[in-house]
């Protein structure tokens, strides 16, 4: 009796425009079930159609909610790793800054300027933190090369490098400016606002900062 009863059921939600799975999942039966019940009420094309798109609406949910737990994950991360890497001493910093500049800053043995380029303002800007605090450089003394390419708005480029890192754009050189190339701009998904080279000059200061890189490298690679 109640095998009848579900059967009437599923038969008058297929009717209402249900899917398979909404109905299998009021009604508790299985899918090959249904099937052999409804094998003789197949849904109208525009029906399907609403379906299909009623399921992409779920998945963007699924979606959404799957990066709303990633996000908090990481904010989670984000708070721990702040604890412990904060406050840096004096000598944390200097290290943190050598280290970068062993990754990014130019190197050779008559080099008379300390250098770095970067397409991300965040490296730059700690850059400029590292070379005040820890080499003791006023501001005044850093000197901005950028490298653009010829589909930019120039000068509205320079606005906004001098503006982010709070550097007067009289200290700025004269632009390089590159032959455009879109797909590989887009292709790397970065250069949205060119390549930002700081330097200052000091030749002494140069000098020791590849020394303490020999140190570091003669020190841990054997």
């Not at 209402?16 to 508790?28: F, H, P, T, W």
């Not at 009420?41 to 525009?46: A, F, I, T």
């Not at 737990?69 to 200097?94: A, C, G, H, M, T």
């Amino acid at each position: 009796m109640a095998r009848k009863e579900d059967r009437g059921k599923a038969l008058k939600m297929r009717k209402e425009g249900m899917s398979y799975g909404q109905i299998k999942k009021a009604l508790n039966l299985s899918k090959s079930t249904l099937s052999y019940w409804l094998r003789e009420y197949p849904l109208s094309k525009e029906r399907i159609k609403e379906l299909r798109d009623c399921n992409e609406q779920r998945i963007e949910r699924f979606r959404e909610t799957m990066r709303k737990k990633r996000q908090d994950r990481l904010d989670v991360f984000y708070n721990e790793e702040k604890l412990k890497i904060f406050p840096l001493s004096k000598k944390e910093l200097y290290l943190a800054g050598l280290f970068l500049y062993w990754g990014e800053g130019s190197k050779g043995d008559k080099l008379a300027k300390l250098s770095i380029s970067n397409t991300d303002p965040a490296v730059i800007k700690f850059f400029i933190y590292w070379l005040e605090k820890s080499l003791n450089f006023p501001k005044k003394e850093m000197r901005v090369h950028l490298h653009l390419y010829n589909d930019m708005n120039i000068y509205k480029e320079i606005n906004y490098w001098s503006k982010i890192l709070e550097i007067n754009k009289n200290q700025f050189l004269k632009p390089y400016i590159k032959e455009n190339s879109f797909f590989r701009i887009n292709h790397k998904g970065g250069f949205r606002h060119g390549t930002c080279n700081l330097k200052v000059g000091s030749a002494r200061q140069s000098e020791k900062v590849l020394m303490a890189l020999k140190a570091i490298g003669d020190c841990y690679i054997r």
